[in-house]
């Protein structure tokens, strides 16, 4: 589903760079499958488990594009989620990272689009406090990855709001530019 997502985007000047984190199951089979269809598609197999935001790193530093976008394997775009994100960073270069609405999609099917993130201005404020205001796939420039030094590689969980303080601390602008559904996020145990 994560790769259907990206293969729909109407916006098509993309590379989906898919990072087999050492998965126990058919995962890496799958995304070789889709590969060998499209030359956009590039993977990686890890020899060993490296968690997730070394993984995020070795896909980032695959990765040729100027934006960079995380997802999740269990995770979708939403419909036009990189048209939307590009065109954003692309009229605003004040802005380094940005992200839409979350759709979030139920173990039972149910869909709701949340109200988190809510303002469309991110205040760093706020994410000091560990009030996260961004999701884990929104769009960034590659520069902020560059500078503030990738992902930490310590962090077993919250790797992404990590990420965002840090960027932020760098004086990094983050805004939220779409009231539309940029991540359909899976809410599942």
């Known amino acids: 589903d994560a790769i259907e997502s990206v293969l729909r985007q109407p ?5 989906l760079i898919i990072v087999d984190d050492h998965s126990p199951d058919t995962c890496g089979e799958i ?3 889709y590969a060998a269809q499209d030359p956009r598609i590039r993977v990686i197999h890890n020899a060993k488990n490296v968690y997730l935001a070394e993984a995020r790193n070795i896909g980032i530093r695959a990765a040729r594009g100027k934006y960079i976008l995380p997802l999740d394997a269990d995770d979708m775009l939403g419909d036009d989620a990189l048209g939307r994100l590009v065109r954003a960073l692309d009229q605003d270069p004040a802005l380094d990272m940005v ?24 205040s760093y404020v706020a994410q000091i406090n560990k009030q996260n205001q961004i999701p884990y796939a929104s769009m960034y420039r ?14 077993k969980s919250a790797e992404d709001a990590e990420l965002w303080t840090r960027a932020m601390s760098y004086g990094f602008i983050a805004k939220k530019v779409t009231e539309a559904p940029t991540l359909i996020y899976r809410n599942r145990a």
């Open 31 to 33: 995304a070789e499958r």
């Open 99 to 122: 992200t839409g609405s979350m759709e979030v999609l139920e173990e039972n099917g149910r869909r709701w689009i949340s109200q988190w993130p809510s303002a469309s201005t991110i």
């Open 142 to 155: 590659r520069e902020v990855w560059k500078r503030i030094g990738g992902y930490r590689r310590r962090m």
């Open 11 to 15: 916006f098509s000047d993309w590379e």
